[in-house]
């Protein structure tokens, strides 16, 4: 047979395929955006909100400003899978292989000290971005069936991180990868995998986190 006579149709039959493949994936990532948007709006009770989108459809960025002695802002920023690309599916499989949430609460009262609990092996390739981290003291922690790290500067700041991710009460705590908080940027922080379960309790949790940890 011709090599052109069955190349035509093969590349119109992956032509295909990848259009398909974005609509679904494009849709997929639309439904999950307004799904996290929702829960979050639901969870921080926002007064005044602001949304910008990443990259079409792979997330937003949000400011949700709350009605809270302790919070005044909440800053989130999602990122979702590259459902809509065929081509760059197989590549995040290494460079990111799940959905993201990252949660800054800016505090209005000061912060002392700085602790932060590590799922183990989460940065694995990229470090964590905390400064003199030899000065923190570290030890082992599991909840829920999964294994972390706890660094910290005090007994306090360690205890109450503990009992902040502990308050959770979530089903998977595979779920959460890294909460904090710093006195330098005076703002607690979560990043987890986007769960409305995980979101709900963060909204429920973090403003009597940040009551116990403010001098």
Not at 35 to 49: C, S
Not at 58 to 82: C, M, Q, T, W
Request: net charge positive; aromatic share 12%; proline share 4%.
């Amino acid at each position: 047979m011709d090599f052109t006579a069955w190349l035509l149709p093969v590349v119109i039959l992956v032509a295909l395929f990848t259009a398909a493949t974005y609509f679904m994936g494009r849709r997929h990532n639309v439904l999950l955006m307004r799904l996290y948007a929702n829960a979050l709006e639901k969870a921080f009770k926002p007064v005044d909100q602001k949304y910008t989108w990443i990259g079409g459809y792979v997330g937003y960025r949000a400011e949700f400003k709350v009605k809270n002695d302790y919070i005044k802002l909440v800053r989130a920023s999602l990122h979702l899978l590259p459902r809509v690309s065929l081509l760059y599916r197989p590549i995040a499989r290494f460079t990111m292989r799940h959905d993201k949430l990252y949660l800054v609460f800016e505090c209005k009262q000061s912060l002392p000290g700085e602790a932060h609990l590590i799922k183990k092996g989460q940065y694995r390739f990229v470090p964590a971005g905390i400064d003199r981290i030899e000065q923190f003291r570290r030890r082992d922690v599991t909840l829920g069936g999964v294994d972390f790290e706890l660094l910290s500067l005090d007994s306090r700041g360690e205890k109450e991180l503990i009992r902040w991710a502990e308050s959770l009460q979530v089903a998977d705590y595979s779920h959460i990868k890294h909460l904090s908080f710093t006195s330098s940027t005076n703002v607690a922080y979560a990043y987890v995998d986007p769960d409305e379960e995980l979101i709900a309790a963060l909204g429920r949790t973090a403003p009597e986190f940040v009551k116990a940890i403010a001098k």
